[in-house]
């Protein structure tokens, strides 16, 4: 950021006067609107693909009224939620009920900062990329809870807890899935770990294929990602045919609405980080986006990490709206009993493999057979 | 109650599964008792649509009371028509035409597939697969179709008459009914593959309120509640009425296969099984239905003699039992109507102690009980 | 087996307490016992190993103008037949044995008729007004009972 905005006031003779703090400062604020943009607007429109692929798979058309194909039905979701009553109930924790949705949006929100969307398009290029993610995503935690909590409803209260515990429980696999990636990189920045599967090997230089355990480490961290995520099978603590909407049952309006979009923004993160880990992030096949000119290499990039995000998008939305969900107790034990012990196996298998491989992939070994 | 867990004092919460829940099949209140996610104590109260169906009988006719079986159980609607047709038939000894029997057993294993596709449906959409009850749904739909092709309306039928039935099966009915047999047939393996087999939704159904087979028979369950307990025993075979007798069915009954005899996915299965057997008997009754009238002649106010009789029918949730006393007036003395959903409320106190919420829903979906015939 | 046979099972058992048999023009017959001794005859009934009635199908309460009346509906698994069984009651304070010890089902069909007609069922675990609210007054199946004009201050 600061080189930026070096080069920025080195290039906008506007600019000289102005002390080098503030011009950082403004180009963050700017880098931040942008990226609450793109991700409104992803959350608007993924809530609008979520319903149109409900459609299709449930044998119904799903929104078709508001513009054309129904394209946009979140626009009026979105007003609609603004214009709504805001209701607080009579004997809530004020402050704790408007404070908790904060909570969970930033939560979700603040993790978009480290998401290397393409060649040079990531906001902050932490060196703690990945840590600093499974930090952010806990603050969902605080806020869930404080909305079960403050809402002065036992179902809430309910909700607000299994979510509590299902998330935390979950954090651990989560994180141990991610390791591997993290131990063939060499560091915690996602733009490394990006960079680590680029190459001559194109699709199977992605960590995906690199040695089996981190195969098996992707299906882990999905699964785990998904319950993160309070998606079905495990969206107990939303369960809506038994908690009525669990911790969010008080909640209405625009309120409930950074709820609702922090879920989808918590998928896009769960999305980005399977894609940047393990399926190549922005790498194009074949290619090395860094040669081209700056404008088309991102442009390249970013389309590639797109396409990738998105299909892992839609897969969570097609996992979705099939599973039936499971009951607390099959939750936790499917964490504790199956999920943590597996990704430990995961990481030992990883760290042995690459000690006695040298850090080289079976792709990498094939291809040096080959010469 | 407080109880001291070590260090914690822990107390147990009062929960109300209030009338207006998703997931309790209509207005039932379910008073919860839970020390966390486990249940205590779980008490139904019934009675939100209670509407005195017993007391408007006796102030309306025989033939009047047909529209408000209706209203009984609203998703097997053809089966309470017919159930109070042949309770007063039996109460006056009236001779029903033969093609009319035909198109009664027609309608109603008809609706006893559409009734079992929503308990279906519902019971997935409780247990978070929202897609089979859109799928429940759609094949309703076709079934909705034919009904309105036959009577005219696609919920509340008021088909069956006191001496028959009020109108012939129009011109490509029978086709009709064959075609959609013909395409739904398959479609139960489909969702069997999709849902049923499912190793979620397996773990969520089995060994969950397992009721063994006396304690069924001595808590008065009956259709296919009592017969997930393993109890072979169903009114269609057993007390054969009408032209049941003709037909050549299987009695599904529950088996353990994946858990305990008597678990919530016992009961489950046999309402898909019985989807199975209801298309071979819709089919039988369709290849051998007679010509002939379809109504008999019954005055409109008709007096039947004095006298009592209790008769029961299959409904797809359970015994529809009609107690109908006659005075020998136009209007029944005392009709008392004694419905599966009502008996199943009894045991689910007994049955739920010990569960947790998560359930509490599975429970209240395999009973498959709707509330109007709870209440009347 | 067969309806007489049946009652004069009974009426070998129980003596006077087994009233008659109510044969012609009910379907099922029925058996008229006397209150007091219901419970016992219940047990009876699905004790017996000829008789083995295990369901009750039904438990009605009745208003036959000038008294009340209990009406029982068994059935046997085993033997696959079927009685009734009724009572008469005075309708003054009606109340008689329950047989929710017998026939766990009975529970609810005792506490409809409870609700609906004020027979009180002596003994039951859990006697309460199921279908109406707790604070109904009066008992509508009755063919005595006057509407209210108002509940808790809603015309109705």
């Not at chain 1, 998904?226 to 809506?240: C, G, I, K, S, V």
């Not at chain 3, 069909?109 to 004020?118: I, P, Q, S, Y």
Request: aromatic share 12%.
């Amino acid at each position: 950021m600061e080189a930026l905005a070096i080069s920025l006031v080195n290039a906008v003779p506007l600019l000289a006067g102005v002390p080098l703090w503030a011009v950082t400062l403004l180009l963050m604020v700017v880098v931040a609107a942008v990226i609450l943009v793109f991700a409104l607007t992803f959350e608007g429109v993924g809530s609008l693909v979520l319903r149109k692929v409900a459609g299709d798979i449930q044998a119904r058309i799903g929104p078709n009224r508001v513009g054309p194909n129904g394209m946009l039905q979140f626009l009026a979701d979105g007003v609609k939620l603004v214009l709504k009553e805001d209701l607080i109930p009579a004997n809530a924790d004020r402050l704790l009920f408007k404070l908790a949705p904060y909570f969970a949006f930033v939560g979700s929100f603040a993790a978009f900062v480290v998401v290397p969307f393409g060649v040079g398009l990531i906001a902050a290029d932490l060196n703690i990329g990945i840590y600093y993610v499974m930090a952010v995503t806990s603050l969902v935690v605080i806020g869930v809870l404080l909305a079960g909590w403050s809402s002065n409803n036992k179902w809430a209260l309910l909700g607000g807890m299994r979510a509590a515990a299902q998330i935390v429980s979950y954090e651990i696999p989560v994180g141990m899935a991610l390791i591997p990636a993290v131990l063939i990189a060499g560091s915690l920045s996602l733009q490394d770990i990006v960079r680590s599967q680029s190459g001559l090997l194109g699709i199977f230089g992605w960590n995906l294929f690199h040695n089996p355990f981190t195969f098996f480490s992707f299906f882990l961290y999905f699964t785990a990602a998904q319950a993160e995520t309070n998606q079905t099978p495990f969206d107990l603590p939303e369960a809506e045919s038994e908690l009525v909407s669990g911790y969010n049952v008080e909640y209405s309006g625009i309120r409930f609405g950074l709820f609702f979009l922090s879920e989808f923004g918590d998928m896009f993160i769960v999305a980005t980080l399977s894609t940047a880990c393990f399926l190549g992030g922005w790498n194009v096949p074949f290619f090395n986006a860094g040669t081209l000119p700056w404008i088309w290499g991102n442009l390249f990039s970013l389309g590639v990490f797109l396409a990738k995000a998105f299909t892992m998008v839609l897969i969570m939305m097609w996992v979705r709206w099939t599973l039936p969900r499971l009951r607390v107790d099959q939750l936790m034990r499917m964490a504790w009993k199956y999920l943590v012990p597996l990704t430990f196996v995961n990481l030992l298998g990883v760290s042995l493999w690459l000690l006695v491989f040298k850090g080289k992939g079976i792709p990498a070994m094939i291809a040096s057979l080959f010469g | 109650m407080t109880t001291r867990t070590d260090a914690l004092p822990t107390q147990e919460m009062t929960i109300n599964m209030g009338p207006q829940h998703p997931s309790t099949h209509g207005v039932l209140r379910v008073i919860l008792t839970t020390d966390g996610e486990v249940v205590t104590r779980a008490v139904p109260d019934v009675g939100y649509l209670h509407r005195g169906l017993e007391k408007i009988g006796e102030r309306v006719t025989y033939a009047q009371f047909m529209p408000f079986t209706d209203r009984l159980d609203y998703l097997a609607a053809m089966n309470c028509n017919c159930a109070w047709a042949w309770a007063v038939e039996k109460l006056a000894k009236i001779e029903v035409p033969e093609r009319a029997e035909y198109l009664r057993v027609i309608v109603c294993e008809l609706n006893r597939i559409s009734s079992h596709l929503i308990a279906f449906g519902s019971y997935t959409a409780d247990m978070g697969a929202f897609t089979p009850f859109l799928y429940g749904i759609r094949e309703r739909e076709h079934v909705n179709d034919l009904f309105e092709m036959i009577c005219g309306n696609r919920l509340t039928y008021n088909y069956a008459r006191v001496g028959g039935v009020s109108g012939d099966a129009p011109p490509g009915f029978l086709e009709k009914t064959k075609e959609f047999l013909d395409y739904f047939e398959p479609k139960i393996d489909e969702y069997n593959n999709l849902i049923s087999y499912n190793k979620i939704f397996v773990h969520r159904l089995a060994n969950v309120a397992v009721i063994p087979a006396e304690e069924a028979v001595a808590y008065g369950l009956t259709g296919p509640n009592l017969r997930g307990s393993g109890v072979p025993f169903d009114l269609r075979k057993d007390e054969a009425y009408s032209v049941y007798p003709k037909f050549d069915f299987k009695v599904c009954v529950g088996t353990g296969e994946r858990g305990t005899l008597g678990d919530c996915f016992d009961r489950y299965m046999v309402r898909i099984n019985e989807m199975r057997e209801s298309i071979k008997i819709v089919r039988q009754a369709v290849a051998q239905i007679p010509d002939g009238p379809v109504l008999a002649k019954v005055p409109r106010l008709f007096k039947p003699p004095v006298g009592e009789v209790y008769f029961r029918s299959e409904c797809p949730r359970g015994e529809t039992g009609i107690y109908l006393i006659s005075d020998g007036s136009v209007n029944p003395f005392r009709l008392k109507i004694r419905t599966g959903s009502f008996v199943a409320m009894n045991i689910f106190e007994k049955v739920t102690k010990g569960l947790m919420i998560a359930d509490i829903v599975a429970v209240i979906g395999s009973f498959d009980i709707i509330l109007p015939e709870i209440d009347r | 087996m067969e309806a007489q046979a049946i009652f004069d099972m009974l009426k070998g058992k129980f003596g006077d307490a087994v009233v008659e048999l109510q044969g012609e023009g009910f379907s099922p017959a029925f058996v008229v016992v006397a209150p007091a001794e219901m419970n016992a005859v219940a047990r009876f009934l699905r004790d017996d190993a000829a008789l083995s009635f295990d369901s009750l199908m039904c438990l009605s309460g009745v208003d036959y103008k000038e008294k009340f009346a209990v009406a029982y509906h068994l059935h046997s698994m085993k033997h696959r037949h079927a009685i009734g069984l009724k009572t008469m009651l005075p309708r003054e304070n009606p109340s008689l044995p329950t047989v929710d010890d017998v026939w766990p089902a009975a529970n609810f069909h005792e506490r409809e008729a409870f609700d609906l007609f004020g027979i009180a069922f002596v003994g039951s675990k859990d006697l309460r007004r199921i279908l109406l609210p707790e604070d109904w007054e009066g008992h509508p199946l009755r063919k005595d009972y006057k509407y209210p004009d108002f509940y808790h201050g809603i015309k109705v």
